[in-house]
Every structure is written in C-alpha cells, then in structure tokens.
C-alpha cells in the first residue's frame, strides 16, 4: 500500500489550490478519501466527538450486505438461462460465470454512468463527491431485469442520480430513492424491457439449441396476475430464490444474509424491516381470506418471499435518507410500505411487484409521518406540563 | 381629489409616445425571460401539462392565448374606467369567454383534428391564471396599446415553453418533431426504444422543472433567498 500512499501524495499539490488541476481537486479527494481514512482533525471549538465510522466505511458495510444477492443474482441468471433451453447438470461454475458475462456489464455501466454525473456535479458545485452513489451504483443492477439493455441502465442511472438527487441538493437531501427511481424511470419508460415475460431469463441461444417446450420467462407474480395458480414455485424454490426476477431480488435468502449484516453492525433499521414483513403478512392474510383471485390466494408467507418484497424490505425501505426518522414514524412508515405493496399487487395487474411503488409512495409520505409524530410528541408533553401546574 | 388624478393624467397625453418605446419593448420582453408566467410566476401549469404531449397541438394551444391574451386585454384595457369595480371579475370572464368562444369556433373550422385533441383545454382557457392574472394586474391600469402588447407579450412567454416542452417530449417519446419522423429508422435497429415515460404528464413537470433550473442557474436574480 506504501506506493499507492506515496504516488498519491506526490500528486495532490498539483490538485491544491494553486495547482494546474485545482478544478478537479473534488475528483481527487474523492478517491483519495475512498482509498485512505482522511487524517483531518475536528477544528477546535466545534464537536470533538467523532466516529471511527464515517460516511464511506458505512457505505462500503452495506456494499458487503448486498454481495450475497450479487453472486446469488449471477448464479440465478445462469442457472434460470440454463433451465430455458433445456441443458441440465450444469456446475455452479457454469451458471456463475454465464451470470456473470450478464451482470458485471450492467454493474459497470451503471458506475462509470453514475459517477460521471456526481464526479460531474462535484466539480460544477465545488463540492466532494458524495458518498451515496457507492450503495446505489450497486442497488440499480440488483433491481434490473438480466437483459435489460445496458443503454436503458445508462440513461436511467443519469436521470435517477440528476433529477431524483442532484436537483435536491446531493448525497442526504434527496426524497426519492435513487434505485428506486431509477427502475421507476424504465419501468414506465421503457415497460416492454422492464416488465412482462421476455426479460427476465436470458433467451440468447446458440447454433443447435432451443428452448425447452412450455417454457415460460414469467415471473412467478406475472404469471399469478394472469391467474395461472399452477405455475408458482413453492414456497422454497421462492425462499431460496431459484425462480426468474429482477437480479438481486429473488432469493430471500441472500436478502437475510444482507439483512443480518446490516442489523448486526447497526446500519439498517430493524424497526423498518420487522414492520414492513408485518404489514404485508397482515395484508396478505386479509386478501387471502377473501381469495377472490389467484393472487389473494397464495399463502401470506408466500407473497413474502416471491418479488421484490424481501429486497425491499431490507434493502430500499432501510435507506436512511428517503426513510422516516422518528422511531415511531419508522414503525408506520414500514408498516404501510408492506400493507401497500401487497395491496398494488393484488389490486392492479398491470403492476405485479407493488414494493417499488409502494417504497416510492412512502418516501415521499415519510416527512409528514415524521412531522405528526413530532407533533403528537410536543402535544402529549404539553398536556403533561399542564397537569403537573395544576 | 377627483380632480387632482385627472390633472396628470392629462399631462400624460399630451406626450406622446412612440409606439415600440422602450417601455413598451420591455413588456413583451419581460415575459420571455425573467418574468416568464410558466417559469417565474408558475403559472397556466395545467394547460402546460396537458397538450404539451406534440408540438402541433401547443402550437395552436399558443397562438390561441396569445390571442385570447391579447385582445382580453385590450377588450379590458378599453372599458377599465366603465367596469365597476365590484364586479370587474365578471365582466372579464365574460370577455375572456367570448373570445374563447371565438377562438374554439375558428379552430373547429380550420383545423379540426388540433381541435379535437385539445378537446376541453381551449375551453379552459377561460380559466388560464395568466390571463385573469394579466387582466387584474395590468389591463385595469394601463392605456390600451401597452396592455395588448402586454397580453401578447405574456403569451408569447407561455407559448415558447410549451413548444420548448411538447418538443422534448415529441422527440423522446414519439421521435418526431411536428409528426414528421426525426429519429433515424437505423437507431430503431440499433434497439433504440421510445421513451413512454414523455408521454406521460409527470415528464412536462420534469421538464417544466428542467426549465426553471437552466433559467435560475443563468440568472441569478430569481433565486429567492432564504
């Protein structure tokens, strides 16, 4: 590491002020400050306190969540690739690596997209680069169809990263989340590559191949909002994940893995995660106790595990900027992300994985929820000091 | 005191003014830049957002304001001392109207099809902010040929960002520009896909929105301080 050290010491003072490449000294900063824990100390008289944790190191713990759903999302592509076109036995390795010539692409573009644009606007604003792209270059490939076109991942990334964080002010004010709003932006942008039953499992066949008969690129909910009950896997190949869907979001597993983590080092909400799984269940169960129609009718736990819902729950509703604040408001705010997305499921079959919309729906509702709280909070307390004059 | 406002008023007259002053200039200027109604005075949103789907049909939609604008003012402007002031508003939505009215039966007559898919919005015009805004604040004050220039001023300054607007999303969502193909047939085959998302009315206010930043980032005065 000393060289790496050394070479970057050697070219700051030309990024300094003064220095030929004064303007691009955000750009640099940023990578310095990625490689090494910056060596500033508190200025004296403002807060001494600090965290050995800072803004990077948090967003690399929860780049480290996700990885179980990045290599899951691999294999799952190769794996769901396989199965179409009728090639069985094929080794872990086969389907990683098919997977991987899939995902990796998508992954960089998404990227070399997003931080033109923060590396872009740093420089513009005279600002650091922001931390945040760090977790979102990652979420945006982990909610994209494998054969999304790598064009689409580019035109979304620059438009989630401008118009849902940059026009709000960067890293920490935005309302949206970034992920989020950049699938919402292909979703209706480009629906016939986002949704339906084409994009899901790689198709590309080579000379002799063909695909298997009845073969069907449905995501289990698709093919439940088209009333076929018999064609959703059960409830482990669900859990487990081995069913076709957006990269990183099938397999519940991975989801809890990451899940863990974040729980475990203090990042993620718990109080978000256990409310979002409870206002689902309570959702689903309701519906499911009217089954009017194939959906309402899959098991509660089920509807859990099938989707997006689980990635959702731990990875998107967690986010800490677009979520609620207060504690309280967390428990609500989770609660009508799950209650929602089980409701757009079931209710609009044009929208078969309500978890984005719902997220989106209660980002935008999260400052209210906390502002009530508040409110509630000051009120009680009020009444409080008015008993204790009496 | 009656007679005290009618003295300087009659001085007023006896100069007379060229007809494209420099004050009269700046009224039809003003709405284009720094006082657009859309972008500075976020106002006449709905109509923005509803036709603004192709160029052809805002196109018509601007020429329409700009001559309900126009002539409301005028019209206004002629009559300000006769109207009563308690029911000034009524008398001005039954101008507004009647020129609507005008306007909606010569589009019917000329070009039909624009008509049908601006459907309700001409008629809506009635209710455009811009023009009751410019009749109040302006018509009821000002001599007749500055409050036309006015009215057509203002909807010059709507009509330029409901064409810069229908223009983004016809490209995008369409790929064409006035219903003539713009985007190549290769990039089609290159799988180049149209954005559904312009045609939908949440991408006017992205773009809308869009506008308004260019503008404030150039000119710094209309950034409120905070």
């Known amino acids: ?390 | 005191m009656s007679i005290e406002t009618t003295e300087p008023l009659s001085k007023q007259k006896k100069i007379r003014e060229p007809f494209l002053s420099a004050k009269n200039r700046k009224l039809v200027k003003d709405p284009l830049n720094d006082n657009n109604p859309i972008t500075v005075q976020v106002l006449g949103i709905c109509s923005a957002l509803a036709v603004t789907v192709k160029v052809k049909p805002s196109l018509v939609m601007a020429l329409a304001v700009i001559v309900v604008c126009a002539f409301s003012n005028l019209v206004v402007s002629l009559i300000r001392n006769a109207i009563p002031s308690r029911i000034r508003i009524i008398v001005q939505l039954t101008i507004v109207a009647t020129l609507v009215i005008l306007v909606d039966q010569v589009l019917k007559a000329y070009v039909y099809d624009v008509s049908k898919q601006l459907s309700v919005f001409v008629g809506l015009i009635i209710t455009n902010c811009i023009i009751m805004g410019r009749l109040e604040a302006f018509a009821m004050g000002n001599k007749p040929w500055p409050a036309f220039l006015d009215g057509v001023g203002n909807g010059l300054g709507y009509g330029v960002i409901l064409i810069l607007v229908s223009a983004v999303r016809e490209l995008f969502g369409n790929g064409t520009l006035m219903g003539y193909q713009v985007v190549p047939d290769a990039m089609y085959k290159a799988g180049y896909f149209n954005n559904g998302l312009a045609i939908l009315p949440p991408m006017a206010l992205i773009v809308v929105g869009i506008l308004i930043w260019i503008q404030r980032s150039r000119n710094r005065k209309l950034i409120e301080s905070d």
């Open chain 1, 1 to 390: 590491m000393k060289p790496l050290r050394r070479f970057l010491d050697n070219i700051k003072p030309s990024f300094e002020k003064g220095g030929k490449l004064e303007k691009f000294y955000p750009a640099f900063n940023a990578i310095e400050t990625f490689l090494y824990v910056p060596g500033d100390t508190t200025l004296p008289g403002s807060v001494h306190v600090r965290d050995a944790i800072d803004l990077k190191r948090t967003m690399i713990l929860v780049l480290l969540a996700m990885m179980p759903c990045l290599f899951f999302g691999m294999w799952n592509a190769g794996y769901q690739h396989y199965l179409s076109i009728g090639v069985a036995g094929t080794t872990l390795f086969d389907n990683l690596l098919f997977g991987a010539t899939k995902v990796v692409p998508i992954v960089i573009v998404s990227y070399v997209a997003g931080l033109s644009v923060e590396f872009l606007f740093a420089i513009i604003r005279k600002h650091q680069v922001n931390e945040g792209y760090l977790v979102t270059g990652s979420l945006i490939p982990l909610v994209m169809p494998v054969d999304v076109p790598l064009w689409m991942v580019a035109v979304a990334t620059i438009f989630a990263v401008v118009i849902g964080k940059e026009v709000f002010g960067g890293t920490g004010m935005n309302i949206l989340n970034p992920a989020l709003t950049a699938r919402a932006f292909l979703f209706f942008a480009y629906p016939t590559k986002m949704s339906g039953d084409e994009v899901w499992i790689n198709t590309s066949l080579a000379k002799g191949q063909q695909l298997v008969d009845g073969f069907s690129g449905a995501t289990p909910l698709g093919n439940a909002a088209a009333g076929f009950a018999d064609k959703i896997p059960d409830f482990s190949d669900s859990f487990f994940g081995f069913i076709p869907g957006s990269i990183g979001e099938t397999s519940t597993l991975a989801c809890l893995i990451g899940a863990a983590i974040l729980l475990y080092t203090g990042i993620g909400s718990w109080r978000i995660m256990l409310s979002v799984f409870i206002g689902g269940f309570l959702m689903a169960l309701i519906f499911n106790l009217i089954g009017a129609n194939t959906l309402m009718q899959i098991d509660p736990a089920h509807q859990l595990v099938l989707g997006g819902f689980a990635f959702g729950a731990v990875f998107m509703a967690t986010d800490p900027v677009t979520a609620a604040q207060t504690n309280k408001g967390k428990f609500i705010y989770g609660f009508l992300i799950g209650l929602l997305a089980i409701m757009i499921r079931v209710f609009n079959p044009a929208y078969p994985e309500g978890m984005m919309m719902a997220i989106l729906f209660m980002n935008v509702m999260a400052p209210l929820i906390d502002h009530y709280v508040i409110e509630a909070n000051i009120k009680r307390r009020m009444k409080r000091k008015k008993i204790s004059n009496e």
